[in-house]
């Protein structure tokens, strides 16, 4: 079975982006290249809601760009998403499938609403992090509410040399 991972860069204080979608913030080094290069060499296939399908189209830092990693987009509005696999179903229904298909890695990417509701559905099998030394205040939270609390196990963890905290945890 395909292992599914939701991997983002969060601030201290639990946001993805701050309160007006900047990501201006995110500290980039070379040990976060690293990490990303051996990450997206295992990815075939990524996840995203419709508000990071947007930010990505928008010029924002969003998925890699490869016509090897298929993108499948969760929306209920758009019928369009040029370059990627719009999505309507059930994200729950649709993600076990995927898992039960022959492929790689799964990389479930942005916003805190697809993320939670993968996460308490038990379909995500690791999450994660970079955490950035930097309280944001406010923006777009990492996880929103979840019906259900989440025991998670630390793989790994190590420190960036610019401050940040990289850590992946199996839920």
């Not at 040029?82 to 890695?105: I, M, N, Q």
């Not at 923006?139 to 025991?151: E, K």
């Amino acid at each position: 079975m395909r292992k599914v991972t939701y991997g983002c860069a969060v601030s201290l204080d639990g946001y993805i982006a701050g309160p007006n979608g900047e990501v201006d913030w995110l500290m980039w080094c070379d040990e976060a290249a690293e990490v990303a290069s051996g990450y997206w060499a295992n990815v075939d296939a990524i996840l995203m809601g419709r508000k990071t399908w947007e930010f990505a189209v928008s010029g924002g830092q969003g998925g890699e760009s490869s016509s090897k990693i298929a993108t499948y987009v969760f929306s209920r509005t758009l019928s369009e998403t040029p370059g990627a696999t719009p999505v309507s179903e059930d994200a729950v229904d649709f993600v076990r499938k995927l898992k039960s298909k022959e492929g790689r890695e799964i990389c479930l990417m942005g916003g805190g609403d697809i993320a939670s509701a993968l996460i308490g559905a038990g379909v995500v099998d690791e999450i994660g992090l970079n955490v950035h030394p930097v309280i944001l205040g406010g923006g777009t939270p990492m996880f929103t509410a979840s019906t259900r609390s989440t025991q998670l196990s630390l793989i790994e963890s190590r420190s960036f040399s610019n401050g940040c905290v990289y850590s992946i945890y199996r839920t």
